[in-house]
C-alpha cells in the first residue's frame, strides 16, 4: 500500500476514534513494510501515537499528579509514544493481538514465543512465526518516561509537574570500589530526577554493611553532586550505599499505565488499520509486575468503560508490583536481596483474592470484587528463581494456608529454572571440582511457547487451558523456608534467606501517592514459602522441563553470591548447574543413547500434557545431546555409587 494512502487511513481512523472520546487521538506513521515468512503475508508499522487524556474521568483519577499537570486548550493532559506493529496483511487472519509492554524499553516477545534472535535481519528475528500462525498481531508501545528516545527503544513522552518539591532516593550494592555513581537505576535508564541544587544540602548518604544492617552516616566532605546533579562522586568502597535526596519537577508517571490500557481499547475499536477483537497483554519480570500493578489499581477498565484487555500473559512478575504510579517514582526500580532495597515492589497484597493483614487488618487482594466485569483471563507463569527471588509462593498462599487462583487464573511454576535462559557459553565455573556452575541453561521457552498457544486458544476460542500446576502446602511440595533442606550428597549449604516481601510504611500520604518516609519505616518482614525439592535437587512441583524429569546433572533456581559482597545471600536473577559424578549418571544410564531415548520419552509425555509443542521435540533432543557430552567431560568413575540417594532409575 502506498505510504500517503496508508497514512490518510490511518488518520481518518483515529479521528473516528477522537470523535468517541477515546484517548488515544492521534497519530504519524513513519515507516511500512511487508515481508513473508513461512508464506504468511505481514507488514511491520512503526511510528508514534499521540494521547490525550481527562482528569476529570473516573477511569483516570487514581493517576497520581494528574490533577496538576498541564493542559492542552480542550483541558486534556497530553503525552505521546512511539509503536511498532508486526500483522497479518489480510485483516480476516487477526485473531487477536498480543501486546507486549516493553520491559524498559526492549522488545522479548519474539525471542520468547518465536525463538527469533536479536540479529538486525527481520526474518532471523522473527523465529519461527509462532505468534503469527496463532493470528495474534504483535503490538509494542512505549509507556515509560526514563527510557533514551532512539530508534531501538519503546518510550514514552511524559509530562511534568513544574513546582512540585520532594525527595528521591537512589542505592547501590558494589562488590568492588567506585568513584562515581549514578542516581539512575541502571546505564540504559535515564536520571529524571537530578538534584534539586537549591536545596543539596539536605541530601544524606549511608552505608551499611548487609541488606538489614544498620545505616552509618556517610560525611558531606566524603562526597559531592556532579555538576549535571545526576551522579555522585567520591571513594565508593563494598558495602550497601543509600541515598536520599531533593528532587523537583516530578513526571506523571502513572500515564504509562494508562497508555497500555488506551493502546488496547483502541486497537479493538471499529475502523482502525489495526482492528482486532480481542487484546492480551505480555509483560516479564519488570513489565510482569507493571501488569500486576495495572490490575490492582483497575486499568483494565478504560474511560469508556470498556474491558482494556481480554487476557494477560505475566511472567516472572512473582508477588511484586512496583513503582508506576507515584510521586517522583522510578519504574525501573525493582528489589532483590542485594539490590533496590525497599521500593513499592514486594508489598501486600499478593494473593488475587482478598485476604487480611495481620500487621494493618486490611483485607486487601489483587483484584477487586466490585471489578469483576473487568477481570481478564490470566496467566502467571514464574520459574523457580522466582520463588526464591521474587516472593512467587505469596501469590497462592497467606500465613499456612493455600489460596486458589480465581476462575479467570492460571497459576504456572517452571521448575527449577531460572529468571531467564542462560546461553551456555555464559555459564561460569564456581568450583570445578566440586562441577559446580553458574548460570542454569533450561531452555524453558519451550514451555511459554506451549502456553501462549493455550492463552490465546483460551482468549480467542474459549478453549480452557491445563489446570494450575504449582507448589502447595497440602500436598507437601510447599515448604516454609525454615524447613527447606537440600540433599545431603549435593553437598551445598542453602541462602541465608529468600528475598523477602514487606509490610511497609512509606508515610501518611502514600494513599494519594506520595512518599513522605524516605527511606520507609519496615513493619514486618514477610519470608516466603519455596518449593520443596527431591533427592536430586530438583523442585518436586510445576512444570517440569524433559532434562530435570531424566536427570543427569541438578539444575538450581538460584545460586549464592560466590566471591562477592554479602556471599551467602543469592545472586539476582541467575541460578546454576551441579555435575553429577559420571558414577551417578552411568548408574543410571548405560550409555548416550539410552539417555536420550529417556529424554525423548519425557519429551512427548510433555506434548502430551500441554506443556511443549511437537514441533519442539528435536529442541530438547538437541539441548539433551549438548548436556551429556559436556556431563560426561569429567574424569572416568572410580568406583560405583548405590547409596539409595543415586540409584534406582529415572525419575518418572
Known amino acids: 500500500m502506498d505510504k500517503i494512502k496508508y497514512f490518510l487511513l490511518c488518520t481518518l481512523a483515529i479521528l473516528f476514534s477522537a470523535n468517541a472520546n477515546a484517548a488515544l487521538v492521534s497519530q504519524t506513521v513513519t515507516s511500512t513494510k511487508t515481508f513473508t515468512i513461512k508464506g504468511i503475508k505481514l507488514e511491520a508499522i512503526s511510528g508514534e501515537f499521540n494521547f490525550a487524556f481527562d482528569p476529570k474521568s473516573a477511569a483516570n483519577q487514581v493517576i497520581v499528579d ?26 480476516k487472519l487477526r485473531k487477536g493481538a498480543l501486546v507486549e ?3 524498559r524499553g526492549s522488545k522479548a516477545a519474539l525471542r520468547y514465543f518465536n525463538l527469533g534472535d536479536n540479529s538486525s535481519n527481520q526474518l532471523s528475528a522473527m523465529g519461527d512465526g509462532l505468534i503469527q500462525e496463532l493470528g495474534l498481531s504483535l503490538i509494542w508501545v512505549g509507556w515509560q518516561g526514563d527510557v533514551p528516545k532512539n530508534n531501538d527503544t519503546m ?30 537505576h541502571h546505564d540504559n535508564i535515564e536520571t529524571i530526577y537530578p538534584v534539586d541544587f537549591d536545596k543539596q544540602s539536605d541530601a544524606w548518604l549511608t552505608k551499611r554493611m548487609g541488606r538489614d544492617n544498620l545505616r552509618s552516616i556517610v560525611p558531606r566532605s566524603k562526597w559531592q553532586f556532579s555538576s549535571d546533579g545526576k551522579m555522585i562522586a567520591g571513594d565508593f568502597q563494598p558495602g550497601v550505599y543509600e541515598l536520599v535526596y531533593p528532587a523537583k519537577d516530578p513526571m506523571v508517571i502513572g500515564l504509562g499505565l494508562a497508555i497500555i490500557r488506551d493502546t488496547a481499547e483502541y486497537v479493538k475499536s471499529a475502523n482502525n488499520p489495526y482492528q482486532v477483537s480481542k487484546t492480551i497483554a505480555f509483560g516479564v519480570s519488570q513489565t510482569g509486575r507493571f501488569l500486576r500493578h495495572f490490575l490492582y489499581q483497575g486499568f483494565n477498565e478504560t474511560e469508556l468503560g470498556l474491558k482494556a484487555f481480554d487476557g494477560m500473559y505475566i511472567h516472572t512478575a512473582g508477588a511484586g508490583r512496583g513503582s508506576f504510579n507515584h510521586r517522583f517514582a522510578q519504574p525501573s526500580r525493582d528489589a532483590h536481596r542485594m539490590s533496590a532495597f525497599y521500593y513499592p ?13 495481620a500487621i494493618t487488618n486490611k483485607k486487601l487482594g489483587l483484584l477487586k470484587r466490585h471489578h ?35 476462575a479467570n487464573e492460571r497459576i504456572y511454576h517452571i521448575a527449577s529454572a531460572q529468571h531467564f535462559v542462560e546461553q551456555t557459553k555464559n555459564m561460569v565455573t564456581i568450583n570445578e571440582s566440586e562441577g559446580l556452575f553458574q548460570g542454569n541453561p533450561l531452555n524453558f521457552k519451550l514451555h511459554l511457547r506451549a ?25 507437601q511440595t510447599l515448604t516454609n523456608f525454615s524447613h527447606f533442606q537440600l540433599p545431603k550428597w549435593l553437598n551445598m549449604e542453602k541462602p541465608f534467606k529468600p528475598h523477602t516481601a514487606y509490610e511497609i510504611d512509606y508515610g501518611d500520604t502514600w494513599d494519594a501517592g506520595i512518599i513522605k518516609n524516605q527511606p520507609p519505616v519496615i513493619l514486618a518482614e514477610i519470608i516466603p514459602p519455596v518449593p520443596k525439592v527431591d533427592n536430586n535437587g530438583h523442585e518436586i512441583s510445576g512444570i517440569k522441563h524433559p532434562l530435570v524429569k531424566a536427570p543427569i546433572a541438578t539444575f538450581f533456581p538460584w545460586m549464592l553470591r560466590h566471591n562477592k559482597f554479602a556471599s ?3 545472586m539476582n536473577f541467575r541460578g546454576g548447574v551441579k555435575k553429577w559424578p559420571k558414577s551417578r549418571i552411568l548408574n543410571r544410564y548405560a550409555d548416550k543413547k539410552s539417555y536420550l531415548n529417556h529424554v525423548n520419552k519425557m519429551t512427548l509425555k510433555s506434548v502430551a500434557e500441554g506443556w511443549i509443542l511437537a514441533r519442539d521435540v528435536s529442541r530438547v533432543k538437541q539441548q539433551g545431546s549438548w548436556l551429556w557430552q559436556w556431563s560426561m567431560d569429567q574424569p ?17
Open 66 to 91: 494528574l490533577d496538576k499537570a498541564p493542559r492542552n486548550g480542550k483541558g486534556m493532559v497530553e503525552a505521546k509514544a512511539n509503536f511498532f506493529i508486526i500483522q497479518h496483511q489480510d485483516p
Open 101 to 103: 509492554v516493553s520491559n
Open 155 to 184: 518510550h514514552a513522552t511524559l509530562p511534568r509537574v513544574a513546582g512540585i518539591t520532594g525527595y528521591a532516593r537512589s542505592d547501590w550494592t558494589l562488590d568492588s570500589s567506585k568513584s562515581l555513581l549514578s542516581l539512575a
Open 345 to 357: 515492589t514486594d508489598v501486600f497484597p499478593f494473593t488475587s483474592a482478598r485476604v487480611r493483614s
Open 372 to 406: 469483576q466485569d473487568f477481570y481478564p483471563k490470566i496467566f502467571y507463569t514464574n520459574t523457580g528463581y522466582e520463588y526464591w527471588g521474587r516472593a512467587a509462593g505469596l501469590i497462592h498462599s497467606h500465613d499456612i494456608y493455600d489460596i486458589a487462583p480465581l
Open 451 to 475: 502456553l501462549l498457544s493455550h492463552m490465546s486458544n483460551w482468549v480467542v476460542d474459549d478453549i480452557s487451558p491445563p489446570k494450575s500446576n504449582y507448589p502447595k502446602y497440602y500436598d
Open 568 to 570: 551467602n545471600e543469592i
Open 636 to 652: 572416568e568413575p572410580i568406583f560405583a555409587v548405590t547409596d539409595k540417594s543415586t540409584s534406582g532409575g529415572a525419575e518418572e
